[in-house]
């Protein structure tokens, strides 16, 4: 698989000046190795679906094998074959109900903030969510870039408040709280669906996979990009 993400991406981050602006100085993330997101697929752009998965940040140092810590380089084909982590493998699976066995080839994946707090359990301070996202608005810029067609954040308990304005749409056609099933287990979430400069595109806002059964969770948001 070819890997478009420094392509679209090295680029944006040296013209944002990331870990290195005023914005990233003043945060307080423990470790201010920002990385590019994981993959932009060889087949993302001309994909059906144009699905952008958004996780939390990533736990642990980045290792610093490029400027960007480019998706912990030399794990980066461990990461998208094979992990069994949560993100990475229920997101492995989602593709592959889209599009095939190859399906990661067709599919973007990132975190909404660039730096961590985080080895064990989350701890993603509210400066960080603010520098991030609000000042620096990288994951929005990160979305101008990918156009997507279907964007899931599995980041309902940790930044729901700050998604709530999307700088990107032009228009709302629908918006909606409500609550699924994913297999026995109720899960929140809400989605939109808004006009943006490049056509319609649909937002879900849901939980994180961690916990979940993967074949309900997977075919959750699959049939949600689907529909």
């Not at 997101?91 to 975190?111: D, F, M, P, W």
Request: aromatic share 12%.
């Amino acid at each position: 698989m070819q890997n478009l993400t420094k392509k679209f991406f090295s680029p944006l981050f040296d013209e944002m000046e990331l870990g290195e602006n005023n914005f990233c100085k003043k945060c307080n993330a423990s470790y201010k190795t920002p990385l590019l997101p994981w993959i932009v697929g060889e087949e993302y752009e001309t994909s059906e679906y144009k699905l952008m998965i958004v996780g939390k940040p990533h736990r642990g140092e980045a290792e610093k094998v490029s400027k960007y810590s480019f998706a912990m380089n030399k794990h980066i084909d461990w990461l998208i074959n094979d992990c069994n982590w949560a993100y990475f493998s229920y997101s492995r699976e989602i593709a592959q109900q889209l599009y095939g066995s190859k399906g990661i080839n067709k599919i973007a994946l990132t975190n909404v903030v660039k730096c961590t707090n985080t080895e064990g359990k989350d701890k993603t301070s509210e400066e960080m969510l603010d520098c991030c996202i609000r000042k620096n608005g990288v994951i929005w810029q990160e979305i101008k870039r990918l156009k997507p067609y279907n964007i899931v954040f599995y980041t309902y308990k940790l930044c729901k408040n700050y998604l709530q304005e999307l700088p990107f749409q032009i228009e709302l056609i629908k918006e909606e709280e409500k609550s699924l099933f994913c297999g026995r287990k109720k899960i929140k979430c809400w989605e939109k669906i808004i006009l943006t400069e490049w056509g319609k595109v649909k937002v879900l806002v849901t939980y994180h996979p961690e916990r979940m059964k993967k074949k309900d969770y997977v075919r959750l948001i699959s049939d949600w990009v689907k529909e």
